[in-house]
C-alpha cells in the first residue's frame, strides 16, 4: 500500500509526499530528518490530506498531479474547507 500525504506547517505551507512507510516519513518530517524543504520551512507538519494506493506508479501519478496547478488549487480547496470553513 501506497499513501499519497499532505502536510501543512504553521505558515500554512504545503508538502506532498508518497510513501509505503506512512508513519516513519512523517515522523522523519517532524523531526527535521530531511535536508529539503520541511526542515527549511519548519513544522510542525500535520496531516491534511491522505490518499492510498496499490501501486507506487499510481501513488507517483497523484502526487505530481498535485504538485501542478489544478492538482495544487484542488488541495487548496480540501484544506480551505477542512481547517478554515470557507465554502
Known amino acids: 500500500m501506497y499513501i499519497v500525504y499532505v502536510i501543512s506547517n504553521p505558515q500554512d505551507k504545503i508538502y506532498?509526499?508518497?510513501t509505503d512507510d506512512f508513519e516513519q516519513r512523517l515522523t522523519n518530517?517532524?523531526?527535521g530528518c530531511f535536508l529539503g524543504y520541511t526542515a527549511r520551512?519548519?513544522?510542525p507538519w500535520p496531516?491534511?490530506?491522505t490518499e492510498e494506493y496499490q501501486s507506487r506508479s499510481d501513488a507517483l501519478k497523484r502526487e505530481k498531479y498535485f504538485k501542478q496547478g489544478a492538482g495544487h488549487r484542488y488541495l487548496k480547496e480540501i484544506i480551505d474547507k477542512k481547517y478554515r470553513g470557507v465554502a
Open 16 to 18: 506532498v509526499g508518497q
Open 29 to 31: 518530517h517532524n523531526l
Open 41 to 43: 520551512m519548519g513544522g
Open 47 to 49: 496531516v491534511v490530506y
